[in-house]
T-cell receptor
Framework: GAVVSQHPSRVICKSGTSVKIECRSLDFQATTMFWYRQFPKQSLMLMAT?????????EQGVEKDKFLINHASLTLSTLTVTSAHPEDSSFYIC???????????????FGPGTRLTVL | GEDVEQSLFLSVREGDSSVINCTYTDSSSTYLYWYKQEPGAGLQLLTY?????DMKQDQRLTVLLNKKDKHLSLRIADTQTGDSAIYFCAESNSSASKIIFGSGTRLSIRP
């Protein structure tokens, strides 16, 4: 089946630094990737939709200048948390949608998540 | 707007059946999903159902959909300790659109 990886799986950084999280579709091409954020014991909140070669579409309330998304290729999207603060600590999960038209509902494959801790 | 609701906790005895319930508000929902998340891990798609179906069974999993009441349930037969996880109900109105998740139901298994 389709596999999505995230790197790193866990990162601890100091307040004020920037952190980049990578999301890769390993065995398929993804025209669209989604970035979610999950707080402890809460559901996933969609942050943005990333389309290859174009600007990401951000959900209401998500700061696009703080959460920079780049989808430079059909297999890679990156999320950069700029000037991270402790309140940005969370579990970030990406998903990738199979390109090329697909009848199955299982078109979004989720990565294993990245746990960000900002000190 | 779109909303998906589910109870936060469920405790069942090992070997019994677990039934996790979910309600949603979007009448244009076309795809309804159940995802499983184990501690510290990403989401695993367990099963899904199209809105024109009433029931879908896949081994120990049975999904029931009452479209009129916008109610979805997941039944896990013969619940095992490995079924301990958070189960998310989710919906989307197309395979290409964003998925709206419920808050998740934490399933715990007691001996």
């Amino acid at each position: 089946g389709a596999v999505v990886s995230q790197h790193p799986s866990r990162v601890i950084c100091k307040s004020g630094t920037s952190v980049k999280i990578e999301c890769r579709s390993l065995d398929f091409q993804a025209t669209t990737m989604f970035w979610y954020r999950q707080f402890p014991k809460q559901s996933l909140m969609l942050m943005a939709t990333s389309n290859e070669g174009s600007k990401a579409t951000y959900e209401q309330g998500v700061e696009k200048d703080k959460f920079l998304i780049n989808h430079a290729s059909l297999t890679l999207s990156t999320l950069t948390v700029t000037s991270a603060h402790p309140e940005d600590s969370s579990f970030y999960i990406c998903s990738a949608r199979l390109a090329g038209g697909f009848s199955s509902t299982d078109t979004q494959y989720f990565g294993p998540g990245t746990r960000l801790t900002v000190l | 707007g779109e909303d998906v609701e589910q109870s936060l906790f469920l405790s069942v005895r090992e070997g019994d059946s677990s039934v996790i319930n979910c309600t949603y508000t979007d009448s244009s929902s076309t795809y309804l999903y159940w995802y499983k998340q184990e501690p510290g891990a990403g989401l695993q798609l367990l099963t899904y159902i199209f809105s024109n179906m009433d029931m879908k069974q896949d081994q120990r999993l049975t999904v029931l959909l009452n479209k009129k009441d916008k109610h979805l349930s997941l039944r896990i037969a013969d619940t095992q300790t490995g079924d301990s996880a958070i189960y998310f109900c989710a919906e989307s109105n197309s395979s290409a659109s964003k998925i709206i998740f419920g808050s998740g139901t934490r399933l715990s298994i007691r001996p």
